[in-house]
């Protein structure tokens, strides 16, 4: 093949610096990833709106979620279920739990297979001392619904086992709480030993077990990752500690109440731990599981 005078040099080095250029533009990419430039504004919005809620600001995520579901026709059917989950998340951290409801019941309508809005639902029927049957049944569904979507996602198969353990002692929580309303102490007395026993067998586990993803997933996310091991562990932790309180255990809830405080860096959990252990006479010391 002929190449013009002066080509042959600019191909050499095109060659040479191959794999500088892939870095680059991975690196750019990488850049409008973590900024939100390649996605649509509601996703962006929904982003931002979570970030503010485990911030502890629900009502500015509120404004974020209802800013998104304000797109209208633009936002598919699924996404639109998640920003109804995220709402009613937010109005429940608000204390408006009529509200939540209404919010999570278009959500169900819709179908949510993920189990996120179930156990929103679950949670604001508990908070509402309502109907403690059907919160029996949600947080069943929502731990079978979770349970699969856990196992589609790829973040490594002993994250995996932790994080199905995590699930379950959730699950038993929310169980214990709706057996009390149901007036049956002996099984909520049970189903708080039975997550606190998931617990204690699976710490070991969840202090060394971390989300696992590729390079460029790793660079992508930042530290995504790590916060959704504090969230997991914080999040359930919390629901353990609300149920022990439940049943008179205010002793083993600082327990857990401590974990919560010292694990959560983004703020929402930590805020409630340290509300309950000041009513509980609770002060200092560490139990960060992370």
């Known amino acids: 093949?002929?190449?013009?005078?002066?080509?042959?040099?600019?191909?050499?080095?095109?060659?040479?610096?191959?794999?500088?250029?892939?870095?680059?533009?991975?690196g750019a990419g990488l850049v409008l990833i973590r900024t939100g430039v390649l996605?649509?504004?509601?996703?962006?919005?929904?982003?931002?709106?979570?970030?503010?809620?485990?911030?502890?600001?629900?009502?500015?995520?509120?404004?974020?979620?209802?800013?998104?579901?304000?797109?209208?026709?633009?936002?598919?059917?699924?996404?639109?279920?998640?920003l109804l989950?995220?709402?009613?998340?937010?109005?429940?951290?608000?204390?408006?739990?009529?509200?939540a409801n209404q919010v999570l019941t278009q959500a169900l309508e819709f179908g949510d297979p993920t189990g996120s809005g179930q156990g929103s639902m679950c949670d604001v029927l508990l908070a509402q001392k309502a109907s403690p049957q059907r919160a029996l049944e949600m947080a069943d569904e929502a731990m079978q619904l979770q349970g699969r979507t856990l196992d589609g996602m790829s973040f490594g198969k002993r994250w995996a086992t932790v994080s199905k353990d995590l699930l379950e002692a959730r699950?038993?929580?929310?169980?214990?709480?709706?057996?009390?309303?149901?007036?049956?102490?002996?099984?909520?007395?049970?189903?708080?030993?039975?997550?606190?026993?998931?617990?204690d067998a699976s710490k070991s586990d969840l202090q060394v077990a971390r989300p696992q993803s590729s390079l460029v997933g790793r660079l992508a996310v930042g530290d995504r990752l790590r916060r959704m091991k504090e969230l997991?562990?914080?999040?359930?932790?919390?629901?353990v500690g609300l149920s022990l309180l439940a049943v008179g255990d205010k002793g083993k809830a600082a327990e857990e109440f401590l974990i919560v405080r010292d694990t959560d860096r983004m703020g929402k959990y930590r805020s409630l731990a340290q509300k309950q252990l000041e009513s509980?006479?609770?002060?200092?010391t560490v139990h960060a599981l992370v």
């Open 232 to 239: 997991a562990i914080s999040d359930t932790y919390w629901r």
């Open 39 to 82: 996605f649509p504004s509601y996703f962006r919005r929904r982003s931002n709106g979570m970030d503010l809620l485990l911030a502890g600001k629900p009502i500015e995520a509120e404004k974020c979620y209802r800013a998104a579901l304000d797109s209208g026709a633009k936002v598919p059917d699924s996404d639109r279920v998640r």
């Open 85 to 99: 989950v995220c709402l009613g998340d937010a109005l429940f951290d608000q204390g408006r739990y009529g509200e």
């Open 171 to 199: 699950t038993w929580a929310r169980k214990a709480q709706a057996f009390l309303l149901l007036d049956r102490r002996t099984e909520a007395r049970q189903a708080v030993d039975h997550a606190l026993s998931i617990l």
């Open 1 to 26: 093949m002929l190449v013009p005078d002066g080509s042959d040099s600019v191909l050499h080095n095109l060659l040479r610096f191959g794999r500088l250029g892939e870095v680059l533009i991975i």
């Open 280 to 284: 509980l006479g609770y002060t200092s």
